[in-house]
């Protein structure tokens, strides 16, 4: 079975862009979730989603969005890119909120210059 | 507000040594997970701790719990050079893990 995957992989942007990063989660994975890790860091909450509805949202902008959609899979947006958006963005998925192992997937590394 | 506490964030170490990795957190949670993450790679789940008490072992690393003491442990035996990573913990918070920062580790033949 697949993993969790992300594209794309790599993204270079520049400032003021916006940039949207997919996911799909393992089959039969209704929870998806979105972090974010800058380098050197620990990863940090952006958002949950499961059954195509927010449950959750992490202390980031409002230039930051998510949707899920029917099949679950996901899309991460962030808008008017700033050089501090650099950072590896990484989702992940579980069977549902209450489920206990959560599964990440490779990542997308976003450089904004 | 939940905070995660690793220590230490960076450990270099022989081969053959044993050492202790600790992850302290601020409140009561039911789930402690840790994880190993290789440069420029995602996050690899190694242990998931759900109750107090719990140990779980694979390989040459352990894992424990005390949720009284807020404190989980990742213990190394007899350290391998393939075991050098970032170790995270992370405690989940309702819908989301809080995660420490890391222990960078760096095993030398």
């Known amino acids: 079975d697949a993993g969790v995957t992300q594209s794309p992989t790599h993204l270079i942007k520049t400032r003021g862009q916006q940039v949207t990063l997919r996911c799909s989660p393992i089959s039969g994975h209704k929870s998806v979730s979105w972090y974010q890790q800058v380098l050197g860091q620990g990863p940090q909450f952006i958002f949950q989603?499961?059954?195509?509805?927010?449950?959750g949202r992490g202390n980031f902008p409002d230039r930051f969005s998510a949707r899920q959609f029917p099949n679950y899979s996901s899309e991460l947006n962030v808008n008017a890119l700033l050089l501090g958006d650099s950072a590896l963005y990484l989702c992940?998925?579980?069977?549902?909120?209450?489920?206990?192992?959560?599964?990440f997937g490779s990542g997308t590394q976003l450089s904004v210059l | 507000e939940l905070k995660v506490e690793q220590n230490p964030l960076f450990l270099s170490m022989q081969e053959g040594k044993n050492y202790t990795i600790y992850c302290n957190y601020s409140t009561t949670s039911d789930r402690l997970y840790w994880y190993r993450q290789d440069p420029g790679k995602s996050l690899e789940s190694l242990f998931v701790?759900?109750?107090n008490g719990a140990v779980k072992q694979e390989g040459r690393l352990m894992a424990s719990l005390d949720t009284k003491a807020r404190l989980s442990t990742l213990h190394i035996t007899a350290a391998v050079h393939d075991l050098s990573a970032t170790y995270f913990c992370a405690v989940d918070s309702n819908y989301q893990l809080i995660w420490g920062a890391g222990t960078k580790l760096i095993i030398k033949p």
């Open positions: 701790l759900l109750s």
């Open positions: 992940a998925s579980r069977t549902g909120t209450g489920k206990v192992e959560l599964f």
């Open positions: 989603y499961y059954e195509k509805e927010e449950r």
